[in-house]
């Protein structure tokens, strides 16, 4: 294989044949992905195959099935437990439209990066698939589509308030957020002979019900699905409520009405911790694409990530424009440096590495740590946030375990350099008093540009944003000139503007 596999993994079974070679004669979950099946931690079907196949289960992978007949769905026969569904790591109608709603090219997440692999609003079209096999199975959804989709949803492509996706779906349980602890209790009660439907309360899932709730503690219940899809206000009031009860420590259950039957989501499941995630970046993924996928020139997205190190989860930042802290939740969860260390030298081990680890970091790559010492007792702030409009008293802005851990990968044997490509926080970095973090920034890790976001030029976009306003960034660039001009390296800043936004009058 052009990108081949780490030495002594293997793949989950994708047919048939592939489960007889294991002397499988059925599985225990079935995983429909609109991917096609990487086996990499950077690749959510991966992780979560991975996460039921360490607590014994036998999992099958179908990836981009023909959505058209019911054969594919039936190729590996019925599951002994469920059917996990996913659209894959994109929400599958932005994989295909662009912004302007024009059809793209490619698909990086598809053989060849061929597009047109799996059909508009996958989640729900593969679970209707899957009920037309087998009726009384239960089906699980998750991944973005499904999360970001959990309560009734203003639908750009459609231009429309859509209901919840568990409605439409016709799903038993969603699973939103990162999945590793919700899927371990789900394939846990399940296989002890508990019904799909009297799980309803496990932290990070939601689920429907024809009656209104008995619900343990306390409840939110937010604007119905019939009052957001004639008032954009009541929208507004919904999403606002919605979104302040994302966090695992004060986070209450919330109710949406959907005429007479109710959407549910339970609390959030609690952060990892580090050891839970260094067990899960520790399992034995063969970090690459099905053999299957050769003779079309493999996944173009394995390019990405193939020499990149996922350090952290979660983000402070919560940039009113993203999503991120919605789906992975505002504290962050680090890996130790050992883990981060471990991975590493798997890479450098694997035939194609040339020396370069492409990145080191998460959705911001400078969040290391939790924004301040009360994060990991009481939650995030309900009413502030951390970075915006200004930094937060209490804010912890310290470089130190980052610098510490990117300097341990520098000294790695066959290692020639360190990048870091997933974007740093500029005012995060400005607030940090030590300012030593801009000069190992400078003097190793940028190849030649470095990617920022400081979004607007207007100061009240940037407000409506959550974002700094244009003086930190002004201060940000003269300092980043000033560091090279020091180091002696001519590198540039290439920053990156949001048009259109909601405030903006151009």
């Known amino acids: 294989m052009k990108v081949p596999p780490v030495a002594g993994t293997r793949f989950f079974p994708v047919n048939r044949g592939e489960m007889e070679e294991r002397g499988w004669a059925e599985l225990d979950f079935l995983f429909v992905s609109g991917d096609a099946y990487v086996d990499h931690p950077a690749f959510g079907t991966a992780v979560i195959a991975r996460v039921l196949e360490a607590a014994g289960f036998r999992v099958g992978i179908l990836a981009q099935p023909d959505w058209r007949s019911r054969d594919a769905f039936l190729s590996m026969g019925r599951p002994r437990y469920a059917v996990l569904v996913s659209a894959g790591n994109l929400d599958s109608m932005l994989n295909k439209l662009t912004a302007s709603k024009k059809s793209r090219s490619t698909d990086s997440y598809s053989p060849g990066g061929q597009a047109g692999m799996r059909p508009d609003r996958a989640t729900i079209a593969y679970c209707s698939r899957v009920k037309e096999c087998w ?8 991944g973005v589509e499904a999360s970001l989709r959990r309560f009734a949803h203003y639908d750009y492509w459609s231009d429309e308030v859509r209901r919840s996706i568990l409605f439409d779906s016709q799903a038993d349980l969603l ?3 990162m999945g590793e602890l919700q899927i371990r209790q789900i394939a846990d009660l399940l296989s002890r002979g508990v019904p799909v439907g009297r799980l309803q309360d496990l932290r990070g899932t939601v689920y ?12 939110v219940e937010i604007p119905s699905y019939e009052d957001v899809l004639s008032d954009k206000k009541r929208f507004a009031e919904a999403f606002r409520m919605q979104d302040a009860e994302q966090d695992a420590f004060h986070g209450k259950t919330v109710v949406q009405r959907h005429g007479a039957s109710f959407i549910v989501q339970n609390p959030p499941s609690p952060p990892l ?3 839970e995630m260094d067990a899960v970046y520790a399992l034995p993924y063969t970090r690459t694409y099905h053999p299957m996928y050769e003779a079309a020139g493999g996944v173009p997205a394995i390019a990405e990530v193939r020499f990149s190190l996922t350090s952290h989860r979660g983000c402070f930042g919560s940039c009113s424009f993203c999503a991120i802290h919605y789906h992975q939740g505002r504290i962050i969860q680090s890996r130790s440096h050992d883990s981060l260390l471990r991975e590493a030298r798997i890479l450098t081990e694997l035939p194609d590495f040339k020396g370069y680890i492409h990145d080191v970091g998460g959705p911001t790559a400078n969040f290391r740590i939790p924004a301040c010492d009360q994060q990991l007792v009481r939650g995030a702030c309900r009413n502030r946030q951390c970075l915006s409009p200004t930094p937060c008293p209490k804010l912890r802005a310290d470089h130190s375990d980052y610098i510490d851990l990117l300097r341990k990968l520098r000294a790695l044997p066959k290692v020639k350099k360190v990048f870091i490509r997933s974007g740093i926080r500029f005012d995060y970095l400005m607030a940090d008093k030590k300012g030593n973090f801009l000069e190992e920034l400078c003097a190793h890790h940028v190849s030649g540009q470095l990617k920022v976001a400081p979004e607007h030029i207007s100061s009240r976009v940037l407000a409506l944003m959550g974002k700094p306003g244009c003086e930190v960034y002004e201060k940000f660039r003269l300092a980043y000139a000033e560091m090279n001009e020091k180091l002696g390296k001519k590198q540039y800043l290439v920053p990156y503007f949001i048009a259109s936004h909601p405030g903006a009058t151009l």
């Open 208 to 219: 429907r019900t024809n009656e209104f709730p008995e619900i343990r503690g306390k409840f």
């Open 135 to 142: 009726k009384d199975l239960p089906v699980i959804i998750g």
């Open 273 to 275: 911790s580090t050891e």
């Open 175 to 177: 699973v939103y957020g």
